[in-house]
């Protein structure tokens, strides 16, 4: 079944034209239907709307209401686009109750860490947008993106799948030894745009593709155990492995 996919973003919408410009499963497994910025607008955004697909500004920073009524808002704007899936996609806001009760278990995220990492109480070992430099701050020999179902916590939700890893330089080492932040910085910044820029798109057409298929079920993983499910595994090739092959 097509599913209709309404984007929301900040800045900018990391692989949104990858799965404008070559997903071959955009319009066959799913639409990209809109695009909401938090912003006044967003890098993408002629680009997007030149591609036919509506865009609308909700800028956060000049919204006079509390975070619900923002959400609550959202949900006014998204409705005539009726969308089966919300993806955030470089949003840098948590979601609310209005926007998780109006799409519930329908709210997929982006993030650049591997969500199958937890800590001892079941919360992710790297949440929030300085994941990729906390990861590489801990001493992490990869890291990952992961597709998640998004609920009321920082990106705590159930990965649906995970990305291939992507190497720390060992240069990383050298870095250590010197006094130099802003040389990590330069590193840790450079190691996210590969990310980005190699990732996104692929992550979250095969999450789009499984999602439209039935492979993942949504309402299930969000009802079952965390540990219930293990995300599929997107490999740099492009195929996706079931999670019963990946951890056989």
């Keep these: 079944m097509l599913k209709r996919v309404a984007v929301l973003c900040s800045h900018r919408a990391p692989g949104l034209l990858y799965l404008l410009n070559r997903a071959a499963d955009r319009g066959l497994a799913y639409e990209v239907v ?11 955004e002629v680009r997007v709307e030149r591609r036919g697909i509506p865009t609308r500004a909700h800028p956060m920073r000049s919204f006079g209401g509390s975070r619900q009524a923002y959400d609550a808002e959202t949900v006014r704007i998204l ?3 009726m969308p089966d899936v919300i993806l955030l996609d470089g949003y840098l806001y948590l979601v609310t109750e209005p926007l998780l009760a109006g799409y519930r278990s329908r709210i997929i995220n982006l993030h650049f860490s591997d969500l199958t990492e937890r800590t001892a109480t079941g919360a992710p070992r ?5 994941a990729v430099r906390d990861s590489i701050a801990a001493g992490c020999p990869d890291t990952r993106a992961t597709v998640h179902l998004v609920d009321e916590f920082p ?8 990305s291939w890893p992507f190497p720390v330089s060992p240069l990383i080492e050298s870095i250590r030894t010197l006094d130099a932040p802003d040389v990590f910085k330069a590193y840790v910044y450079a ?10 798109g692929p992550l979250i057409n095969a999450a789009l593709r499984l999602i439209a298929s039935g492979e993942i079920d949504l309402d299930a993983r969000a009802a079952a155990p965390l540990d219930e499910h293990a995300p599929w595994l997107l490999d740099q090739q492009g195929a996706l492995l079931a999670p019963e092959l990946e951890f056989a």
Excluded: K, N
């Excluded at 790297?126 to 300085?130: A, E, S, V």
């Excluded at 990106?155 to 995970?162: C, N, Q, S």
């Excluded at 745009?193 to 990732?199: G, S």
């Design 155 to 162: 990106d705590a939700g159930p990965p649906l799948v995970r």
């Design 126 to 130: 790297f949440p929030g947008i300085r």
């Design 34 to 44: 809109c695009v909401v910025s938090s912003e006044e607008t967003f890098d993408e």
């Design 79 to 81: 409705e005539p686009f």
């Design 191 to 200: 190691h996210q745009q590969w990310m980005m820029r190699t990732v996104s």
